[in-house]
């Protein structure tokens, strides 16, 4: 099987400062990849860099395009990075309204990202919006109420809608439960792994919560200073770690 995603020595850095070093892997369709670690790891500047928001120093991000097969992201013109994004790229933030417009609609929220990728007919992109509404449990008769009148995890799941209509392959998590109750991040969790295996999605979740990538995905890896100390199965990472990090991770979810 071709991998979706082939990811080549991506390195950054910040002055002196390792954000992420010498980071490879390989995702295949249908795959989940968690990313881990504390604070400061890394892996969020390596999230940034996979999906295009910032320019690594060094490495490649070769993604199977539909049109033409393996093409280097970084390498790729600005108008056609951002076509990716809309089609079969989609990035959740942590913060909703990062990845939201909260001064339009529900329905316009949705409705905008099939706008981009050329829909036209007004009853047609309304009925759609609707749907994906009910498809992450808002009502539909909250159509046309703005994002700022729902709850966070409404809106968390609004902006998982916006992300998906338009069927992307590869989706970008960071942190998609963080700042939610306990309660609604179970919720949330139930509805994210439903989408994934329903649409077959290929997805990259970074997170600090283990329990969300126990749940989620396939494989792990984790990260410490700028680099992956240990990568595998994610229930054989996180029953049998090897490093001593890994370890101090798994043993200070057991100790809460």
């Known amino acids: 099987m071709t991998p979706l995603l082939q990811v080549d020595g991506l390195t950054k850095r910040y002055g002196a400062r390792l954000g992420c070093g ?3 892997f390989d995702l295949y369709p249908g795959e989940v990849m968690g990313i881990v670690g504390e604070s400061g790891s890394g892996k969020s500047t390596l999230l940034s860099c996979l999906a295009g928001h910032l320019a690594p120093d060094a490495g490649r991000v070769v993604f199977d395009t539909r049109a033409e097969g393996a093409r280097d992201v970084l390498t ?10 809309r089609t079969d790229w989609a990035f959740v933030h942590q913060h909703a309204r990062d990845g939201l417009r909260m001064g339009v609609s529900a329905g316009a929220n949705v409705g905008e990202r099939l706008m981009a990728v050329g829909a036209r007919h007004y009853g047609d992109i309304r ?6 509404l009910g ?5 539909a008769d909250r159509v046309d109420d703005r994002p700022r ?7 968390q799941r609004l902006q998982i809608a916006r992300n998906l209509v338009t069927g992307p392959r590869l989706v970008f998590m960071d942190e998609p439960t963080g700042g939610l109750d306990v309660s609604v991040q179970a ?5 994210l792994r439903g989408l994934v295996r329903e649409m077959g999605l290929s997805a990259i979740i970074v997170t600090h919560d283990l329990a ?4 989620l995905a ?4 984790v990260m410490k200073d700028g680099r992956v100390v240990e990568a595998g199965l994610t229930d054989q990472v996180l029953d049998d770690p090897q490093h001593g990090y890994t370890q101090l991770l798994v043993s200070s979810v057991l100790l809460v």
Do not use: H, K, T
């Open 218 to 221: 396939d494989r792990l890896m």
């Open 187 to 191: 919720r949330l969790l139930d509805l």
């Open 135 to 139: 498809r992450v449990e808002i009502p």
């Open 22 to 24: 010498d980071v490879s």
């Open 149 to 155: 009148a729902f709850s966070g995890g409404m809106q």
């Open 212 to 215: 969300v990538v126990r749940l």
């Open 127 to 132: 009925e759609q919006a609707v749907d994906w």
């Open 76 to 85: 790729m013109s600005e108008p056609e990075r951002r076509m990716l994004g």
